[in-house]
């Protein structure tokens, strides 16, 4: 069967090439220009869905992204795409699509059994019944309502395509590009602006290209022709068809979304499937046209009825009819259009149905005025229609299609995605652009309510030179065309006034006339809590085909002016986005940058496992063959460096230089501990409060020179620890002399450490410094030369206890820093260790860490309250005195052993008094970080304790209630090896 | 979001990261008598307006500037933006 | 009229004509014992309780626009107990438990689904953290479980597991977290308070405070001066503008907060997940539309609406969680404006105008809390005293200390 409905000419679609195509496993063909929607008309087929709540038989009800009703799976596989409009869906060869939320076929479906029930399923019953048994919410009502939830369906697999994302900027960004976009566009493209025309369509022209219209006595289409050829011929004009503008945001910024592939089988390579663009304008204009309304009566959502305009749209852009025998029902001229195109097309036009008793008359075809159409027919699609005549009698009128036009409703939406409200204009019936635009956005043509052509042509051009003479570009308004300048005409008609029958509103949600009236009726007549109550316009329209007639209709309810009903607010964005462009290339494995340490290839190279630190990846640790389990290879690494020496990678901890001749004042300010003091070449451990007195984060400052200090921070820290001390530096104190800079990029760091770590560095450090233990003690630092003149920085600290250093060279360097030092080390064991080892070396060493420094801790917390200087005012000193801050009982960290050894210590338990009971009101504290001690010989943890500092000794109870656990463990002092600090001296 | 960088013209605000209300400017002295007090208005309490606020933000991924931006809390919109370091000389602050 | 399935039947047989409006539409009296500011789920959930279980009469409570209209009818509907700290935990617990039976108690479908939570952890400190409040939920009473990768993927195994830049580790599940129908919370509690006698004002905007000696005599409003001895404001999102009618400055910024749906789709996301390792939140509603949400914009504003780096952002930790979500398409954006405190934690306090009190700073965990916090803030209303799972959540803390910071990230609201 090969197009039955297809008109014998006409339309912008190339009949002489043929595209096949697949619905519901049926082949079809279609030609290039075809929609799916345009396709399967030509081809007879009007029913493309079912609805969401009574799975009522639905054909499509338009021809644009409004649609409603005709939503359909595309693509097979995993590039299916649920809930795709038929009526914007570009036909293409071999393209497959699936009608949805039917079982176990679209003809018939089980669950058309709502409809029956449908005097029952009114709105928000569900609020008001399965209640009982309580339990039978999750258990049977709910999983019976999922059942049945949803349209489409997804994939269930990862989206193969690719997305991207772009910024554009322009002068005047022109969204829409009917008769007034075109005509703005070539104002400001000829003026020489920087121009974007952005239109959802993939054909550009608007509606010139769904009318019969004629300008300069010429057919549209070839003024739209001559335009876009112009306009590509202009330099500084983008035209970008096939892209949506989903928002208007702050400060002329508008999200578009670029459908570059959705027209082909699949992306070509290298190609992605649509870009999300954040387009940059300094003016923009809405052109966006206006969408048709339809009136409610009586089972009015069969296939085949259709807006009126969408009618004649098949007809005249696609040359599809959705039937030989059309009927048209309108409250204004424009219906009688669509009677007139389809007649000219040579269909039958069974009557036209003007609720208007002054309804002008035709020669060619019947028009019943002062009649209104009361009820349809026809199951999977309309069979005809009765009328309800001027004189009160009813007439049944066979039609396969039925067009409606209750007037039209410009698309304001962009105009309120700023928070402002569209205003009522009573001579179109409708909501125009209010007075509150967003700023630098200005609303021309239909948008703005000015329905003819010629209109549009000169608000089109008006505007462009409004947006130009802002700006201060000269332009000068072209010649336009001659055009239709009808008035609107329109009688506001929004529903057939009847007891019998459901009138439908939102067609998708099955929201019906009554619908409304109930929610009128039990008090829901805010037009939110209508919107909420009833669901009338949450379908994926968003309103666009609904909201207008249930707006008027409880304005009649409530005796209250249309304007004064209201409207509920439009937000993003203005057509559904797919996800997928809305994330860009940031997923999977790109979701977020990779930071590599300088050595991260030798450690690769070395089998190291790597671990995500932040957005650094580190080395984890490093297995060596024979090792079974990550254990034993971190006890190995803990073990060296306790007895001989091991390196570690630690540039990812911040760097900052602080300089200047108030470099050691500013510094005594950040941190709570004294500063000012420090001699040049020596280090001091420093502690920084957040102005709130907690922790904030903890590290070293060295002094390499009167002005010139390197502080250190944590690796997460880093980013916010610089932010802070810039606040500190331009906003508290702008006069003191200090600059500071963020160097952790700059310079490789590595930690050497172990009882050999002199013996390596000496391998290493040129012999122009002296690094005995006299002349380069704990806590100096120094600039040094390694390697024969490369210039260093050379720390004496230590995180693991142990004799210790920190070199660092410039970032470069760094990976022959680490192999010099492997090399020059083998045979002393030079050991190379990773994040774990680290880990267990610092909880050995009862060093803080980010487990314990969490932003929830004090100085007094962690031991260090006395390092709070009173002396001095520094960030946090003043509210760190809150006593409360430590908690009702103070905590303070504490070391924890297991009793008996073979016992786990996990972190994460909470430690609770021998005896107490195991609920919250005796916890005393909890386990911050935990570790097997290869030293030590058993699990131990650190942990806040209340009062923990006189309770050394005391055995608590480590629980860990998910785990199942419950660990006696003696409170230690939280140092576990070298507690007086000998090694690190040595 | 575009915020007119004093120096470097129009930037987009996810250059910036945000802090809050430039009061935070006012750091009271911590060694004063009514320190106590002083801190807890300064740290914990605002205004919270509905219409212009002036506020901190950071040209974190940019040239690193403070910058004081008055701006419509209401409708975003931004009335003039100036270096929070001239405005804190501006307000006396110096070392 | 009592709701239930044999009413809906009845109805549906006679035409629907019995049903009455869920809350009457009364004209503001000169005079009541208190009101409640705000018509919201705190401000109705508080006037319920307060005629309910406290047995206060003369009860109003005055909506600026339509209730329910704020942060309510425009949030990811979660409800949840899964707090770290004390302050917070039972209190939640108290909230969790009165959802539970909330449905029964107000004769109103709120679909209060328990349909667990996962939040996923992607490090070993994250799993440190997570195990640490999993363990504290239970001491209080609460449930959680911890999982590894393999229970995770058991559970819910279209996450992506294959190439994630921050691996999923495991999570923490707390079964009887979920998700609750928003707009009905409102209306539930609208019809039970209306039931109970309870005024609901609309369309009546508080325009100042009548303040006399110190102590409130009442409101001024868009429709005329009420008079009450006792007025209790729960209008988050809107705090300081209100309080300032009192001459209070509040540790409250206000924020706003965007949340999303997608188109319907057939049921894949059986619980609520966030993602770990970047600001993503979702559930899918009983209409197949994914609910999602993330951070806040950041910065201070009364706009309700956001802008699209925020959009993006919260997208991007979709696509790299669930990359399976990437052709199902966002339906639609909203922005509701939410008092980001600073601490992260609520007040329900008395202030220094004597007859004043106050319940805000809800961040972003307003709407779990409804329930708990009109009761809650009902108690204080009625007793002066506050209820004992609100103790924590003052004025003073500030001063004190006491703070309830569950992120650790101090005084600065929208880090929180």
Known sequence: ?986 | MIIPHPLLGPRDAQEFVYLGDARLIDRPDGLAEDAADAFHDYAYLRDNPAGEHQELWYHEQGDRSWLVVTRDTVTHRILRAELASDVARAQGRSR | MRYSIFQVLKEGLTGHRGWRPAWRDPAPQAEYDTIVIGGGGHGLATAYYLAKVFGAKRIAVLEKGWIGGGNVGRNTTIVRANYLLDGNQPFYEFSLKLWEGLEQELNYNAMVSQRGILNLYHSDAQRDAYRRRGNAMILHGSDAELLDRAQVRAMVPFLNFDDARFPIRGGLLHRRGGTVRHDAVAWGFARAADALGVDILQNCAVTGMIVENGRIRGVETTRGPIRAAKVGTAVAGSSSRVMAMAGMRLPIESHVLQAFVTEGLKPVVPNVITFGAGHFYVSQSDKGGLVFGGDIDGYNSYAQRGNLPMIEDVVEGGMALMPMIGRARLLRAWGGLVDMSMDGSPIIDRTPIEGLYFNGGWNYGGFKATPASGFAFAHLLATDTPHPTATAYRFDRFRTGALIDEKGVGAQPNLH
């Open chain 1, 1 to 986: 069967m090969s197009q039955t409905n297809r008109l014998a000419g006409g339309g912008l679609i190339d009949r002489s090439r043929v595209l096949t195509f697949t619905f519901d496993g049926r082949t079809y063909q279609g030609h290039p220009g075809d929609t799916l929607a345009s396709a399967l008309l030509a081809n007879g087929v009007r029913l493309m869905g079912r609805s969401f709540k009574y799975h009522r038989p639905r054909g499509p009800l338009s021809a644009g992204s409004e649609e409603p009703n005709a939503l359909v799976e595309l693509r097979d596989g995993a590039r299916r795409e649920p809930n795709t409009r038929a009526t914007t869906a570009e036909l293409f060869d071999g393209l497959t699509a699936r009608s949805q939320n039917r079982w176990p076929s679209l003809r018939f479906d089980a669950l058309a059994v709502n409809d029956r029930l449908s005097t029952f399923l009114t709105a928000g019953f569900y609020y008001k019944t399965f209640m009982w048994p309580r339990s039978f919410w999750e258990k049977v009502y709910e999983p019976a309502i999922r059942k049945a939830a949803g349209l489409g369906r997804l994939s269930m697999q990862d989206d193969p395509d690719v997305y991207d994302k772009g910024f554009l900027h322009c002068d005047l960004l022109v969204i829409g590009a009917g008769p007034a976009g075109l005509a703005a566009a070539l104002t400001a493209g000829r003026a020489g602006a920087r121009v974007i025309l952005a239109d959802e369509d993939f054909r550009l022209g608007g509606r010139l290209n769904a009318e019969t219209l004629t300008l300069d006595d010429a057919p549209a289409a070839d003024w739209v022709a001559a335009i876009l050829a112009e306009l590509a011929s202009l330099p500084t004009v983008r035209v970008m068809p096939r892209t949506t503008v989903v928002g208007a945001f702050d400060h002329g910024v508008y999200g578009a979304v670029e459908r570059v592939a959705d027209h082909l089988p699949v992306p070509e390579p290298g190609m992605p499937r649509q870009i999300l663009w954040r387009i940059y304008s300094r003016r923009a204009l809405l052109c966006a046209g206006a969408t048709e309304r339809p009136i409610a009566f009586a089972d009015n959502d069969r296939p085949g009825i259709l807006q009126a305009g969408a009618l004649r749209a098949y007809a005249n852009r696609w040359g599809a009819a959705v039937a030989r025998r059309v009927a048209v029902f309108t409250n204004s001229d424009d219906g009688h259009r669509t009677a007139r195109d389809l007649h000219a097309h040579g269909l039958e036009i069974a009557a036209v149905i003007d609720v208007r008793s002054d309804a002008p008359r035709s020669p060619d075809y019947e028009v019943l005025a002062g009649a209104q159409v009361v009820g349809t027919a026809g199951r999977l699609g309309l069979t005809g229609i009765t009328v309800r005549t001027a004189d009160g009698g009813t007439r049944k009128v066979s039609c396969g299609a039925l067009g409606v036009s209750g007037g039209w409703n410009p698309a304001v939406h962009l105009t309120c995605h700023q928070g402002a409200r569209p205003r009522w204009d009573a001579a179109i019936a409708a909501f125009v652009p209010g007075p509150d635009l967003p700023p630098g956005l200005a609303v021309a043509g239909a948008a703005a309510g000015t329905f003819s052509t010629a209109g549009a042509l000169r608000e089109g051009a008006a505007g462009a030179l409004a947006a130009l003479a802002d700006l201060g570009v000269a332009a000068t308004a072209p010649a336009l065309p001659r055009a239709e300048d009808a008035p609107a005409g329109i009688t506001a008609f929004w529903h057939v006034a009847s007891d019998a029958g459901r009138a439908w509103l939102d067609q998708q949600n099955d929201v019906t006339v009554k619908d409304v009236k109930l929610a009128h009726q039990e008090g829901f007549r805010a037009v939110e809590h209508l919107k909420r109550y009833t669901t009338l316009g949450m379908a994926t329209d968003q309103g666009k085909t609904s909201n207008m007639g249930a707006l008027a209709i409880m304005a009649e309810l409530t005796g209250k002016p249309i304007p004064e009903v209201g409207t509920t607010m439009f937000r993003p964005p203005y057509t559904p986005v797919a996800l997928g462009t809305l994330a860009g290339r940031s997923r999977g494995d790109d979701f977020r940058p990779r930071r590599l340490t300088p050595t991260h290839a030798w450690a690769a190279e070395q089998g190291a496992v790597f671990v995500e630190v932040g957005t650094w990846m580190r080395a984890q640790y490093f297995p060596r063959p024979g090792e079974t389990h990550w254990r034993q290879t971190v006890d190995r690494e803990v073990l060296a460096v306790r007895s001989a020496v091991g390196v570690c990678d630690v540039t990812t901890l911040g760097k900052i230089d602080v300089q200047g001749t108030d470099a050691a004042s500013f510094l005594d300010r950040i941190y709570c501990n004294g500063m000012a003091k420090l001699a040049v070449g020596r280090v001091r451990y420093g502690l920084m409060l957040r102005e709130d007195g907690m922790a904030k984060d903890d590290g070293t400052a060295a002094r390499l020179a009167e002005d010139h200090f390197v502080v250190t921070t944590t690796t997460a820290n880093a980013v916010a620890v610089f932010r802070h001390m810039e606040f500190c530096r331009q906003c508290l104190w702008p006069d003191l002399d200090v600059q500071v800079i963020s160097t952790t990029d700059a310079w490789a760091q590595i930690a050497v450490a172990g009882p050999r770590a002199r013996d390596l560095l000496r391998r290493v450090v040129d012999p122009t410094t002296d690094l005995s233990n006299d002349a380069f003690p704990f806590m100096a630092c120094a600039a040094v030369t390694v390697c024969g003149g490369l210039r260093a920085r050379l720390f004496r600290i230590s995180f693991s206890g142990e004799l210790a250093y920190e070199l660092a060279v410039p970032a470069r360097y760094g990976d022959a820093l680490v192999r010099a030092l492997m090399a020059a080390g083998a045979d002393l064991g030079v050991t190379p260790y990773g994040t774990e080892a680290l880990g267990v070396l610092r909880i050995e060493k009862g060093h803080a860490a980010g487990n314990e420094i969490n932003g929830q801790t004090t100085a007094r917390m962690l031991g260090l309250g006395r390092m709070v200087s009173s002396k001095k005012d520094s960030i946090g000193a003043v509210l760190s005195r809150r006593e409360a801050l430590d908690g009702p009982v103070p905590l303070r960290l504490v070391g924890l052993r297991p009793v008996n050894p073979a016992d786990p210590v996990v972190a994460g338990a909470h430690l609770l008094a021998r005896g107490a009971p195991t609920t919250a009101a005796s916890d005393e504290g909890w386990v911050t970080s935990a570790a097997f001690s290869p030293h030590v010989g058993s699990a131990i943890g650190l942990g806040f304790l209340a009062g923990g500092e006189g309770r050394i000794g005391e055995i608590v109870r480590a629980v860990d209630p998910l785990g199942g656990t419950d660990v006696a463990v003696e409170v230690v002092v939280p140092h576990f090896v070298d507690p007086d600090g000998e090694k690190l001296r040595a």
